[in-house]
């Protein structure tokens, strides 16, 4: 399969050359293994990488504080976000497609632009906490560099630095869930997040009633203008109408997904409301939308769609505020879902929109959606699943260096936190730094990406002077610079068909090839160093990815929203579901099943959203009902509690001896639990572990009779059913309050 062809733009002339007797630099590199430093308090990927996955999930909080590094916190123009929070998204969402205007895409001045530049010169090149100055970068850019021209580029010959040959792709967790769409949707998109976007929603309606009684009011009295017969009720009228409205459910919002994947399938492109028509009209069939929602409920969620609480985001300084606890659930839930292999893409992807309120809003001119909202992302090489994302917000200090460069550190150490480096990283040019090739080398990671000429220490002795490859010139040469104070570190000027800058670190520079394709159609053969094919087959993770999302079955470009962060939602809620997607293959393959296409996932899933009911958020989140494969047994084994009370351990009281309670009869407390049991009863099952009853003659404890007289729980005699009661443990937060009060 022919490679995209890479292209870098204007090169000086070559000013060094190698000398003829040059002797080869053959190097092996011999990376130590190291691991990424775990976070103490968040939960390990091994956990959700065993079978014990179970216990992991309710441990790993979605709505815990933001991470006190990130980058996207401490905008000083916060309240630019708090502009677009008005009414309209009612007066548009049902517009037909030719007559919602779209923002003018032609006016750039207003908007923060940190990538529109990208062949100008950039004052934040060096990111103050890497190891490398600016007087180092210029003195190995001015005479650091051993430079090896075309007739001697092939002397160059390096190994690459050995890689991670562990396990990866998804987790235990993740293929526990993978053979059902609905389950796998459900475990990157938790029902617990659901709850949360129902009760924003709902006080965020709350909040509003009043500003829209006025708004109606005001409506009502214009239209009489022109017809006297309407009715203009008060205000208060108006509000007393409005809250006799049901609060909006989880499972309703579901379905608002539900029907929007069910339009990026089938889409009517004349409207949005047509998929509410009653009546067919000649070939054209009537609408089925109204069977699951109807098109008010349909409206007022669209209209009223909120995920954090307004009140907060002054204190908060986050231009991500109003879309900050959906970013988080989803960098939960997409570490935990996948296992990186031996090569992580690192890119930007785009959830494209045009609207001038947008406080994140860049201009992209390299992407096919030039406007929009921007994301690091961190891929799979192989697969395109994507690990994290991080929503960028612009320049959080005009002083502040290379976000980007410091997004790939960051987001590195969050992916692969308790895991080995050796990695191989690809970034592109706009990422792509000597101080970051260096840092990422100092924490056992290679490197390799494209380049631009203005980066500070780059080799300029090697560029080609053209701009396009002369036909006299055989397509792929190269030249190649050696960073004299670290062989490893390489500088390549590769000539396609244009002249590609690569910075390599750890990578290997024998002689392989790639494949073109060239404008007849035909392929051909063009040779290169092996980090160019390296480069050419890690780095399209994000692309790939991207195009899924876009190019296909998008609920984002299903419906137009004037709301900004409704927009970048519906954005995040198609990246968990390509994830999804990639998951499904990935365990049906492994499985030898039939895998299904694309569409034929989506059909599946938009199916069982549509099917869900307030019954299915009633049962609270138990994973286990969604998994789709039989799980290993566990061992029924008392453990002893680790909650303390005081300097003792807490105890509660036994369930075996709580039924045989009565006149004459204690009940005893303990601290050991069973926690098989505890998890199936969905409450802790505390028993004791000294010998209470007699059975047949024998004295057997509290854990033998639940275990073996009862049968784990499940034959507890029919009169003694009733005096046992499971109760859940408490959350992290209740717990903490409960001990601050004692």
């Known amino acids: ?170 987790t235990r967790a993740a293929l526990a869930y993978a053979e059902n769409p609905l389950a796998l949707f459900y475990f990157f998109l938790p029902k617990e997040l659901w709850r949360k976007v129902a009760q924003e929603t709902n006080n965020y309606r709350n909040e509003s009633i009043d500003a829209i ?132 893409s690192f890119d930007e992807g785009m959830v494209p929109m045009s609207h001038r309120r947008n406080p994140m809003r860049q201009f992209m001119p390299m992407k096919p959606n030039k406007w929009g909202t921007k994301f690091y992302m961190t891929c799979c090489a192989e697969t395109a699943y994507c690990s994290r994302l991080e929503i960028y917000c612009g320049k959080a200090d005009e002083k502040e260096d290379a976000v980007a460069q410091r997004a790939v550190v960051k987001n590195l150490g969050h992916v692969l936190r308790g895991q080995p480096t050796q990695r191989l990283v690809c970034t592109d040019n706009f990422c792509t730094s000597l101080p970051l090739s260096h840092k990422l080398s100092s924490m056992g990671y290679s490197h390799v990406g494209t380049i631009r000429k203005d980066r500070k220490g780059w080799c300029t002795a090697i560029e080609f002077k053209q701009k396009k490859r002369p036909k006299r010139m055989q397509r792929g040469t190269y030249r190649i610079g050696v960073w004299r104070d670290h062989p490893k570190v390489v500088a390549l000027a590769w000539m396609d068909n244009k002249p590609v800058r690569f910075l390599g670190i750890g990578c290997s520079t024998q002689r392989a090839e790639v494949t073109r394709r060239e404008r007849d159609g035909s392929i051909s053969v063009v040779p290169c160093p092996r980090l160019v094919r390296d480069y050419h087959e890690a780095m399209g993770g994000v692309d790939l990815h991207d195009q899924l ?35 499904h293959k990935i365990a049906l393959k492994r499985r030898n099943k039939p895998v299904p296409t694309h569409a034929a996932f989506m059909r599946s899933l938009h199916t069982e959203l549509l099917n869900q009911t307030s019954e299915d958020f009633a049962a609270g989140d138990d994973m286990a009902d969604l998994v789709t494969e039989p799980l290993p047994r566990h061992p029924h084994i008392l453990e002893k509690t680790e909650e303390m009370n005081g300097a003792k351990r807490r105890q509660w009281l036994c369930k075996v001896c709580s039924a045989y309670a009565g006149a004459g009869v204690r009940s005893y407390e303990t601290s050991y639990f069973c926690a098989t049991c505890s998890r199936e009863k969905k409450g802790r099952v505390t028993l004791c572990n000294k010998p209470r009853r007699l059975d047949r003659g024998s004295a057997l404890t509290c854990d033998q009779v639940w275990h073996q007289s009862w049968k784990n729980g499940t034959a507890i005699p029919p009169e003694l059913q009733h005096k046992i009661r499971f109760v859940s443990k408490r959350r992290p937060e209740v717990a903490e309050e409960v001990e601050q009060e004692e």
């Open 1 to 170: 399969m022919g490679v995209a062809e890479t292209t870098d733009r204007g090169v000086p002339e070559m000013t060094v050359a190698a000398e003829d007797e040059t002797e080869p630099i053959v190097t092996e590199v011999q990376n130590s293994p190291r691991r990424v430093p775990d976070i103490p308090t968040a939960v390990s990927l091994d956990d959700f990488d065993s079978d014990n996955f179970l216990d992991a999930l309710p441990r790993d909080r979605l709505f815990a504080p933001a991470d006190a590094d990130d980058l996207n916190v401490g905008e000083a123009d916060w309240l630019l976000s708090l502009d677009s929070d008005v009414e309209g998204d009612e007066e548009t969402i049902m517009l037909d497609e030719d007559e919602d205007a779209e923002e003018d895409d032609s006016v750039e001045a207003d908007v923060e632009d940190d990538e529109s530049n990208h062949d100008g010169n950039e004052e934040e090149e060096v990111p103050l906490e890497f190891d490398l100055s600016d007087d180092e970068l210029n003195r190995l850019q001015a005479s650091g560099w051993d430079t090896f021209d075309e007739h001697h580029s092939n002397q160059v010959l390096h190994d690459a630095a050995p890689l991670y040959e562990g396990p990866w792709g998804p």
């Open 549 to 583: 999302r876009l190019q296909r079955y998008s609920i984002q470009r299903a419906i137009r929203m004037r709301k900004y962060y409704k927009v970048i939602f519906l954005g995040l809620v198609d990246l968990a579901m390509v994830n999804a997607f990639i998951v």
């Open 213 to 344: 009684a006025q708004g109606m009011r005001a409506r009502a009295r214009a239209r009489r203008e022109t017809t006297p017969s309407t009715i203009v009720l008060s205000v208060e009228e108006y509000k007393a109408k409005l809250r006799r409205k049901n609060p909006i459910q989880p499972h309703e919002i579901v379905r608002f997904i539900g029907l929007l994947v069910a339009r990026a399938l089938e889409p009517r492109r004349e409207s949005l409301s047509r998929h509410w028509v009653t009546k067919v009209e000649g070939a054209l069939s009537r609408g089925t939308f109204g069977q699951f929602l109807s098109r008010d409920r349909f409206q007022d969620i669209a209209r009223f769609l909120h995920f954090n609480d307004n009140s907060k985001q002054a204190e908060s300084g986050d231009r991500a505020f109003k879309i900050r606890p959906v970013i988080q659930a989803l960098q939960k839930t997409f570490f935990r879902g996948y296992r990186l292999g031996a090569r992580i």
